[in-house]
């Protein structure tokens, strides 16, 4: 029996000189460590489809990244049909028959690929979530033993965490990796959005010439851009239904400001930018931020000093 060729995508996946330069910039300003694992991410995203966990990190490897690798892949794939079924079932079978198993551990055994078991695991578990979710009855005493364990398995690399409800009088205590992972600044947010908008610049200037009917090679020669940059944002124009894709959005910067009732006033600081034209209305919105009745009660000389560094207002 012949079976047909299938696609998998851990073989390989192409990695474009846009995700380079924004390692690079991370690296510059968040250092090597956190270089690397946006670099890693990446890659687990393009060989295994696995998107990153941590806030952080969907952060620093943004939507566009992920659509981008995506687009490739599925170029990719286009060159492949049908599905090796007797691989699927090997695969199905023994993880049906070894679930502590990680995914290194289960292609080692069947001798299937990597990308393949994790296809297949993958869609074994949200038939599971399917199936739970239809009998919400079933294996209700799952969760009983206080004392569980998981193992999670990225990329060869196996992590167990012991879940004990007597640890830290039942507080989770995080891990130092978990504490590392804190919300990026404002300005940090700032500096990708920066760097993302260079990107989406430069991927505006290729879909315009491409517009304009100029080929690929030609384009690569007018801008400078590398082939394989100008064709990732084609390709990207293309799927997006003959759109440019969406800007980046600026990333909010709040001020959290208490008010006399309790409450958390936000207050979008690049949204706030009054075009006073005249000392008066200048004065109205001061009163306003000083009054001790009223909800933000600032402190009257930090704000003067605010409108006149920033607003040139003497109020």
């Given at each position: 029996?012949?079976?047909?060729?299938?696609?998998?995508?851990?073989?390989?996946?192409?990695?474009?000189?846009?995700?380079?330069q924004h390692?690079?910039?991370?690296?510059?300003?968040?250092?090597?460590?956190?270089?690397?694992?946006?670099?890693?991410?990446?890659v687990?995203?393009?060989?295994?489809?696995?998107?990153?966990?941590?806030?952080?990190?969907?952060?620093?490897?943004n939507?566009?990244?992920?659509?981008?690798?995506?687009?490739?892949?599925?170029?990719?794939?286009?060159?492949?049909?049908?599905?090796?079924?007797?691989?699927?079932?090997?695969?199905?079978d023994?993880?049906?028959?070894?679930p502590?198993?990680?995914q290194?551990?289960?292609a080692?055994?069947?001798?299937?690929s990597?990308?393949?078991?994790?296809?297949?695991?993958?869609?074994?578990?949200?038939?599971?979530?399917n199936?739970?979710?239809?009998?919400?009855?079933?294996?209700?005493?799952?969760?009983?033993?206080?004392?569980?364990?998981?193992?999670?398995?990225v990329?060869?690399?196996?992590?167990?965490?012991?879940?004990?409800?007597?640890?830290?009088?039942?507080?989770?205590?995080?891990?130092?990796?978990?504490?590392e992972?804190?919300?990026?600044?404002?300005?940090?947010?700032?500096?990708?959005?920066?760097?993302?908008?260079?990107?989406?610049?430069?991927?505006k200037?290729?879909?315009?010439?491409?517009?304009?009917?100029?080929?690929?090679?030609?384009?690569s020669?007018?801008?400078?851009?590398?082939?394989?940059?100008?064709?990732?944002?084609?390709?990207?124009?293309?799927?997006?239904?003959?759109?440019?894709?969406?800007?980046?959005?600026?990333?909010?910067?709040i001020?959290?400001?208490?008010?006399i009732?309790?409450?958390i006033?936000?207050?979008?600081?690049?949204?706030?930018?009054?075009?006073?034209?005249?000392?008066?209305?200048?004065?109205?919105?001061?009163?306003?931020?000083?009054?001790?009745e009223?909800n933000?009660?600032?402190?009257?000389?930090?704000?003067?000093k605010?409108?006149k560094?920033?607003?040139?207002?003497?109020?």
């Amino acid at each position: 029996m012949t079976t047909q060729k299938e696609f998998d995508r851990s073989v390989c996946f192409s990695f474009f000189e846009d995700y380079f330069q924004h390692v690079e910039i991370i690296e510059k300003e968040f250092g090597i460590k956190t270089a690397y694992k946006v670099i890693m991410a990446i890659v687990k995203y393009g060989l295994y489809e696995e998107e990153p966990e941590d806030d952080r990190m969907k952060i620093l490897v943004n939507k566009t990244i992920l659509k981008s690798i995506d687009l490739s892949q599925n170029r990719r794939a286009r060159g492949f049909k049908g599905e090796d079924l007797e691989k699927t079932k090997i695969v199905t079978d023994y993880y049906r028959d070894h679930p502590d198993a990680s995914q290194d551990e289960i292609a080692k055994m069947t001798g299937v690929s990597k990308g393949k078991v994790n296809k297949v695991i993958k869609k074994l578990k949200e038939e599971e979530l399917n199936n739970s979710s239809a009998n919400p009855n079933a294996d209700s005493d799952a969760c009983a033993d206080s004392n569980s364990s998981m193992t999670v398995t990225v990329t060869g690399i196996t992590e167990s965490h012991t879940s004990d409800a007597s640890l830290n009088n039942g507080a989770y205590a995080p891990t130092a990796t978990e504490q590392e992972e804190k919300e990026l600044t404002y300005e940090e947010k700032l500096k990708i959005y920066n760097s993302e908008m260079v990107t989406y610049d430069k991927k505006k200037k290729v879909i315009e010439l491409f517009k304009d009917h100029i080929k690929p090679r030609e384009i690569s020669k007018q801008t400078g851009f590398n082939s394989s940059f100008v064709n990732s944002s084609i390709d990207e124009y293309m799927n997006n239904g003959h759109k440019i894709p969406d800007k980046p959005k600026k990333p909010k910067n709040i001020l959290f400001i208490p008010t006399i009732d309790g409450d958390i006033y936000e207050m979008d600081l690049c949204e706030f930018n009054p075009n006073f034209e005249n000392n008066e209305e200048a004065k109205d919105l001061y009163d306003i931020f000083i009054d001790p009745e009223g909800n933000y009660k600032f402190e009257p000389e930090f704000t003067a000093k605010w409108f006149k560094d920033s607003y040139g207002m003497e109020v």
